[in-house]
């Protein structure tokens, strides 16, 4: 099977003049990006209610907005190169306990995502991904004419492990987004660590991008990031991403972390390409970002798991089965088409998100807002869908 087939569209950044409002966490510009393929779907509007793109609804914190209103009034340049891309390596790699030598930035981890897609695929070495997963990468590699394998999700929708190693025999590189976008499940740290074993035996040449983007919302105890593997190990790359849990998602800024020769190619690619990291105002806003304890993204996962619940309870009170989410959005069975479910919310105020097939006939991927708005958006769900509660009184 094929990975659903999109056109590879840039993501768009963020001027400088706009760094202050609430285009640092860019609500709704998940929507504008895919605009091509999805035309009744565009940035929000006033009083619209935008569960659609997977965002940290309240934005990234006071420390982060204080650093960037203290960089305006220092009279920065954002015309002029700066330092402060070393000042955010440092400050990754102090977060990790690891060498700079093992962090390399990336404006989002879109751009981490592009450069391993580049590097480790080709012709011959197809990249390998579950149907559906975050297209980026399978994007990018139809757009450079690099083949692309789908592997089938299990029937609770999670990465099928055995069926990926099976796929990725002399692959490339294969896309590992856990928890995945957009089914939110999640496999566990031990069955992860396995898979990394039997992909070493099986297809020792093919590289592994970990895309942890969701990592700070799982609330699964086998829990763990897979960083410490991927310093040791140079077939395998962990990406991070600014974008999520610490709300700047209109500020792109990623990393990846990998052993020192994986990095150094990447690095290598992305000095001979031309392609820059230099977003001033993002790299010192991530920099304060990283630099906080561990407070931040731990109220926001608090805040996150506590909406989840509500929103998670509210579907299936209903019939409509959500999968085991372990991130900031949802993937449920709502059982009619996400197309006219899409549309029918969008007249009333509420954006969701896209298609995702093969799932588009029956399943809606549901981004978590904040309580207040899940709370309004579940009575616009209920008019649309007709459902009431079946949970006993």
Not at 5 to 21: M, Q
Not at 101 to 122: C, D, H, K, M, P
Not at 142 to 163: A, Q, Y
Request: with cysteine.
């Amino acid at each position: 099977m094929a990975l659903s087939r999109r056109k590879f569209v840039s993501t768009v950044g963020i001027g400088a003049g706009a760094a202050l409002t609430s285009n640092i966490w860019a609500r709704g510009r998940e929507n504008s990006v895919w605009s091509a393929f999805e035309p009744s779907l565009e940035a929000v509007e006033r009083g619209v209610i935008c569960i659609a793109s997977n965002e940290n609804p309240v934005g990234p914190g006071k420390a982060v907005l204080d650093s960037l209103r203290k960089l305006l009034e220092g009279g920065a340049k954002p015309g002029r190169y700066s330092n402060q891309a070393d000042q955010l390596t440092e400050a990754i790699a102090g977060h990790f306990k690891v060498k700079t030598e093992n962090v390399l930035l990336g404006e989002g981890s879109t751009q981490i995502l592009r450069s391993a897609t580049q590097i480790f695929t080709s012709k011959t070495k197809a990249l390998v991904g579950t149907i559906p997963t975050y297209e980026e990468c399978a994007g990018y590699a139809e757009l450079i004419g690099h083949p692309v394998k789908g592997v089938s999700l299990t029937p609770d929708f999670k990465i099928d492990i055995d069926r990926m190693v099976a796929a990725a025999k002399g692959a490339g590189l294969v896309f590992y987004c856990n928890p995945n976008n957009p089914t939110a499940t999640y496999v566990g740290a031990k069955a992860t660590r396995e898979f990394f074993q039997k992909m070493a035996s099986t297809s020792p040449e093919t590289t592994i991008l970990v895309d942890e983007a969701y990592f700070d919302y799982v609330t699964d105890p086998d829990h763990e990031t897979h960083v410490p593997v991927a310093l040791q190990n140079p077939r395998v790359i962990v990406a991070r991403t600014f974008s999520k849990a610490y709300g700047m998602a209109g500020l792109r800024q990623g990393y990846a972390i990998g052993h020192p020769e994986t990095i150094k190619k990447l690095r290598e690619w992305e000095q001979a390409s031309g392609v820059s990291t230099l977003n001033v105002f993002g790299m010192a806003a991530a920099t304060v970002a990283i630099g906080q304890d561990a407070t931040f993204t731990a109220n926001e996962r608090k805040r996150n798991t506590a909406v989840r619940d509500f929103t998670a309870k509210w579907f299936a009170d209903r019939g409509m089965k959500p999968t085991d989410g372990q991130a900031n959005f949802m993937f449920v069975n709502i059982g009619t088409p996400a197309r006219a479910f899409r549309d029918a919310c969008r007249a009333k105020g509420v954006m969701v998100a896209r298609d995702f097939p093969p799932f588009e006939k029956t399943h809606a991927r549901i981004s978590l807002g904040t309580m207040e708005e899940m709370q309004k958006a579940v009575t616009v769900f209920g008019d649309v869908l007709g459902k009431k509660s079946t949970a006993a009184a």
